[in-house]
């Protein structure tokens, strides 16, 4: 929850995928705690970690996605004088 809530950046798409972030853990951590100590799954519940895998992978894609853009315009080392 906390990595969601603390994303930087602007924008619509950054700001509902923080907030999709911050829900989808809050779901699995309180339907985890709610069929402790049975995994939900077996409790008859549904199971939200592949909600929350699928925001990591989310992310790490964003992640990369901005390394790459960082990159594109930072000239070259050689080349800075100071």
Known sequence: MLLSASLAG???LLR?????????AAVTLGLNL???PLPPRDAGMVD????????YLGTTLLMIASLRREAIRLPPPGLVRE
């Open 16 to 24: 509902a995928w923080r907030v999709y972030g911050v829900s989808a």
């Open 10 to 12: 602007e924008g619509l």
């Open 34 to 36: 709610l069929s402790f």
């Open 48 to 55: 939200g970690g592949p909600l929350v895998g699928a925001w």
